[in-house]
């Protein structure tokens, strides 16, 4: 498109750790000189959006590696600056490439613009001038990717540590985002859920078909409710693929959001600690303060495994499925220092690392096996908090409206009862 004359391009479909499968495009010109590369998820849409809040604050920021999906909408608060989603295509690059790819972007037309309409042009410069600026880190700014289909993704240099200048918040699509991603149709209305048989949910196996998460091959997923004593009912959802053995399980909770937060403190003095039962819902962040580690709430997921399970899980995605460890992305400090955090995780599932391990879910939907039922474990300990006005927001509490709502729908009361 630079000379138009013919150039070749290059295809390759392949599968990054995390991020599922992809299709690389390359493009050259041998006439020109002219390049251009893209990247487009050839996977799955995500069960849920994601939004990336970053701080540049320093000119090592610029470096972090990003996987921007053509769905993302990419803004810049501080100059009020904005990427609509599917006006650009989807891009592995960094923060600074992000930059240089919006000036190139507001660049292309100057020259037309300069001729027919000068004034315009001439604050087109003036804003290029202040995305260039902030490539010097002169003063921080902000940097937001948020994508409907949860497939784009910014690095975390300090991995497996969390990193206190990104935050990480996790979204449930609109109608709108699904009828754009294109997994929704414009006339699709909702139905009406059928009625639940509580008592039929308890005593059988269901059964529906899916997709692989994998390979993507039908499969069937059983789904249970179950009651943990001293806890509440759960629904696990477990999937098997006979295509490629994959399998999977997943937890939700059965009830509502409790009143107060829960946190969960267990000290690990013994090996046998590890076959805990846990149940970590999706809001659920785990802390291990000695390996000065956090993982944020849906980055796992809802389970109901053991704490050896857990913490297993933990060192596939930080260690196995991390995606800036592979190939030429990948740095031998950084290769180190990730290695060294699976020998610590590895040192805990044995016994030979004490440390403290933290369940804190903001939904209080989250539970830990006591080995000493009914009476207290001296080990753990379990408090309950208010939660903030950003842990409500995270959950969606704040816009929930219940007051009159029976009047609203024309729904009589129930003296004694409970909505």
Known sequence: MNCYKNGTTRLLLTKIPFFKEIILSSFSCANCGWTNTEIQSAGRIQEQGVCYTLKVKTKEDLNREVVKADSATTRIPELDFEIPAFTQKGSLSTIEGLLDRAVAGLEQDQVVRRA?????????????????????????????????????????????????????????????QDIQLGIKADDDLDEEPAGNDLETMRNEVLTFNTNCPECNAPASTNMKLVQIPHFKEV??????????????????????????????????????????????????????????????????????????????????????????????SSTADRIQKLREFGEKIDKIIVGELDVHVILDDPAGNSYLQNVYAPEPDPEMTVEKYARSFQQNEELGLNDMKTENYEEKNNVPAVPGGTE
């Not at 940097?143 to 990480?168: C, H, M, R, W, Y």
């Not at 295509?243 to 090996?271: M, Q, W």
């Not at 303060?289 to 399970?309: I, Q, R, S, V």
């Open 116 to 176: 027919t309409h000068p004034e315009v042009a001439v604050k087109i410069e003036e804003f290029i001038q202040k995305l260039r600026k902030l490539k010097e880190v002169e003063n921080e700014f902000t940097l937001v990717i948020e994508d409907p289909s949860g497939n784009s993704f910014v690095e975390n240099p300090v991995a497996p540590q969390k990193d206190e200048a990104l935050t990480v918040a996790f979204f449930k699509r609109t109608v709108q």
């Open 235 to 328: 629904i696990i959802m477990a999937t098997n693929c006979d295509s490629c053995g994959h399998r999977t399980n997943e937890v939700k909770s059965g009830g509502a959001t409790e009143a107060l937060g829960t946190k969960i403190t267990l000290h690990i003095t013994d090996p046998s600690d590890m076959t805990r039962d846990l149940l970590k819902s999706e809001t659920c962040a785990v802390i291990i303060p000695e390996l000065e580690f956090e993982l944020g709430m849906a980055a796992l997921g809802g389970k109901f495994t053991t704490l050896e399970g857990l913490l297993k899980d933990i060192k596939d995605l930080t260690v196995s499925k991390n995606p800036f460890i592979c190939g030429d």
